[in-house]
């Protein structure tokens, strides 16, 4: 999911991940930083035992030849456990933002995994693709 913002929606942005994790009782960590003359994150993690970890990350460094991609932050649900039903909860995160933020909300599912594979969101890292030959 990807939201345009800057960074006074940073606690806006944090704001809404937090309550969603701790509305469900999922732990919840805010690991934002502000390091002078260095960088200043957005960093906001919510998981579960249960096989869930939710990660909104946006970084910018003093050196502005390291900022990529503008204005974009990126939320994204990850699963670490095959059984994991994560549909429900992203649908409910979506609704979330949709309901929380002021601006256009761009959602990118998955490709449908088979029901008879049983395994967990794929992770979409390039190079596991490329080295799976």
Same mark, same amino acid.
């Given at each position: 999911?990807?939201?345009?913002?800057?960074?006074?929606?940073?606690?806006?942005?944090?704001?809404?991940?937090?309550?969603?994790? =701790?509305? *469900?009782?999922?732990?919840?960590?805010?690991?934002? +930083?502000?390091?002078?003359?260095?960088?200043?994150?957005?960093? /906001?993690?919510?998981?579960?035992?249960?096989?869930?970890?939710?990660?909104?990350?946006?970084?910018?460094?003093?050196?502005?030849?390291?900022?990529?991609?503008?204005? =974009?932050? *990126?939320?994204?649900?990850?699963?670490?456990?095959? +059984?994991?039903?994560?549909?429900?909860?992203?649908?409910?995160? /979506?609704?979330?933002?949709?309901?929380?933020?002021?601006?256009?909300?761009?959602?990118?599912?998955?490709?449908?995994?088979?029901?008879?594979?049983?395994?967990?969101?794929?992770?979409?890292?390039?190079?596991?693709?490329?080295?799976?030959?």
């Amino acid at each position: 999911m990807t939201v345009e913002g800057g960074e006074t929606d940073w606690p806006a942005l944090a704001r809404i991940v937090s309550e969603f994790g =701790r509305k *469900r009782e999922l732990k919840v960590f805010d690991t934002s +930083a502000n390091i002078p003359n260095y960088i200043r994150t957005l960093e /906001v993690s919510v998981c579960s035992s249960d096989g869930l970890f939710l990660m909104i990350d946006k970084r910018t460094y003093s050196d502005q030849s390291m900022n990529r991609d503008g204005n =974009r932050i *990126r939320a994204v649900l990850r699963t670490y456990k095959n +059984a994991f039903d994560w549909k429900p909860l992203a649908e409910e995160l /979506v609704e979330t933002f949709q309901k929380n933020w002021r601006g256009p909300v761009k959602v990118e599912w998955p490709e449908p995994i088979p029901d008879n594979e049983k395994k967990g969101l794929p992770d979409g890292i390039e190079s596991c693709v490329e080295n799976a030959n």
